[in-house]
């Protein structure tokens, strides 16, 4: 079968940084993408990660261990607007398998 | 706004009836996927639809079916609704590459079912 987990929720006051972290069990694995959904919104897609390592968009990095099944988003220079919901999403064949996300609460 | 379009944005119906969510992909997309979410929940994925032939299969319930016709939108069909079928349903979409990563997420249908 197919699991990811990733904390429930997570605090952070403003200008801060914060890591999500995601583990995953699949088979199938093509990578790990990133997406971050306000209360009310559309999922909106942040970052992927095919290969180990890090990638950097702006304030947010996304990284990827494929030997440890395990991957994190970096919020850098927190704003409040980043207060959201952020799942990782493993790309399997033809489709993306969704944690359960995590609530960025991020405070003044 | 990622280009994707559903209608309607909410439905509310009543236990036993059937409806259908209408998708219309971003332009030149052809690859479109549909989403479950339930309140507090994340996202079930239930079925992807390529260039109008299905191409993965999710948990998808028996009674809901999906098709994509020739001018790439695409329609789920719910049938024979229950009070566990209320909740946010999402299309996406993408160019259909074999990875996927990337999907355009339409605003989404919210479904009561009464």
């Known amino acids: 079968g197919q699991s990811l987990e990733q904390p429930s929720e997570v605090t952070a006051v403003e200008g801060a940084i914060v890591q999500i972290n995601c583990t995953y069990q699949?088979?199938?694995?093509?990578?790990l993408s990133w997406y971050q959904q306000h209360d009310g919104g559309a999922p909106t897609f942040l970052s992927y990660n095919a290969l180990d390592g890090l990638e950097e968009t702006g304030r947010f990095s996304s990284f990827l261990s494929r030997s440890d099944s395990y991957g994190y988003l970096l919020l850098q220079e927190l704003q409040m607007k980043d207060s959201a919901s952020y799942f990782c999403a493993v790309v399997s064949s033809y489709k993306l398998i969704f944690g359960s996300g995590t609530r960025l609460l991020v405070r003044p | 706004d990622s280009g994707v379009t559903q209608t309607p944005k909410h439905l509310i119906t009543a236990t036993g009836q059937r409806v259908t969510l209408r998708c219309s992909p971003r332009?030149?997309?052809?690859?479109v996927y549909w989403y479950q979410q339930s309140l507090d929940q994340g996202l079930q994925f239930l079925i992807q639809y390529y260039n109008g032939e299905e191409r993965a299969k999710g948990n998808i319930l028996e009674r809901f079916s999906a098709q994509q016709f020739p001018d790439l939108h695409s329609e789920l069909n719910l049938s024979s609704l229950e009070l566990g079928d209320s909740a946010l349903y999402f299309c996406?979409?993408?160019?259909?590459?074999?990875?996927?990563?990337?999907?355009?997420f339409g605003p989404g249908t919210r479904l009561t079912v009464t």
């Open positions: 332009s030149g997309d052809l690859s």
């Open positions: 699949t088979s199938g694995f093509y990578g």
């Open positions: 996406a979409s993408s160019t259909g590459t074999s990875e996927t990563a990337e999907q355009y």
